[in-house]
């Protein structure tokens, strides 16, 4: 039932910008937390951000402080994934991850099947 699907994903030059999304179906979207988090070749998945609800708090991690933007549309049931000025290590698998409320303390996670972005001349 849940279900994420992740989208603008492609090769990018170095230097360009892209907004990945990701559709949201199957769950109160409002209602649940949403991350993006990357896995470059060789490396284990990295958090990059996450956004809360009801608060609409973001948190980024350290390495990317600054380089990325998260964001959600309530009304589309997506959240975004801003970056601009792009760099080759930028290249990795990118996914979207929902916290879905099961409980007024518990969620459980769901994932994307990820897309791939490639930054290369």
């Known amino acids: 039932q849940v279900q994420l699907v992740e989208s603008g994903g492609g090769t990018v030059q170095p230097g360009g910008s892209l907004r990945l999304s990701c559709a949201a179906s199957g769950f109160t979207f409002s209602s649940s937390a949403m991350a993006w988090y990357r896995q470059a070749p060789g490396r284990e998945r990295e958090l990059l951000a996450a956004?809360?609800?009801?608060?609409?708090?973001?948190d980024y991690a350290d390495s990317v402080t600054g380089r990325f933007t998260i964001s959600r549309d309530n009304a589309k049931n997506t959240v975004y994934l801003q970056r601009n000025k792009l760099k080759p290590d930028d290249t990795a698998v990118y996914y979207c991850n929902a916290a879905v409320p099961i409980s007024w303390a518990d969620s459980e996670d769901y994932w994307g099947q990820g897309t791939q972005v490639t930054v290369s001349s």
């Open positions: 956004i809360t609800n009801p608060s609409g708090r973001t």
